[in-house]
Nanobody
C-alpha cells in the first residue's frame, strides 16, 4: 500500500508560481507511474499531468500544457508539479496519485490510479 502526502499548496496571485510536492512511503516507488489531478468546487476531479517511472514519458492536460511541469526523484520517492503562469481557473484541490500499471506508459485515466493523497489546496487570486 502506497501512502502519498502532498505539500506546497497555498494562495498565489494570477501569473505567479507554485511547486507542489508529493512524498511516497513505498520503497518500490520507482515502479509506479505517477500523476497529478485536481478538483475544483462543484466539478469532477480532472487529470493534470502524469509521468512514467523514469520521467522520460509525460502527459499533460491541454489546459496546463506549457505552464506546468511534472518531475520525479526516485531516490527521494517524490514527485513534483511545477506550476507557472497560474490562472484563477487553476484554483482547486490538487491530488497526487500512483498507478501500478504506469511503469512504462503514464495514463490520464483516473481509474488507473490506485493510491491517492489527501490533497493540497491551491488558490489563485485575480
Amino acid at each position: 500500500q502506497v501512502q502519498l502526502v502532498e505539500s506546497g499548496g497555498g494562495l498565489v496571485q494570477a501569473g505567479g508560481s507554485l511547486r507542489l510536492s508529493c512524498a511516497a512511503s513505498e520503497s518500490t516507488f520507482s515502479l509506479y507511474g505517477m500523476g497529478w489531478f485536481r478538483q475544483a468546487p462543484g466539478k469532477e476531479r480532472e487529470f493534470v499531468a502524469a509521468l512514467n517511472w523514469s520521467g522520460g514519458r509525460t502527459l499533460y492536460a491541454d489546459s496546463v500544457k506549457g505552464r506546468f511541469t511534472i518531475s520525479r526523484d526516485n531516490a527521494k520517492n517524490t514527485v513534483d508539479l511545477h506550476m507557472n503562469s497560474l490562472k484563477p481557473e487553476d484554483t482547486a484541490v490538487y491530488y497526487c496519485a500512483a498507478d501500478r500499471e504506469g511503469f512504462s506508459t503514464p495514463s490520464l485515466l483516473r481509474s488507473r490510479y490506485h493510491y491517492w493523497g489527501q490533497g493540497t489546496q491551491v488558490t489563485v487570486s485575480s
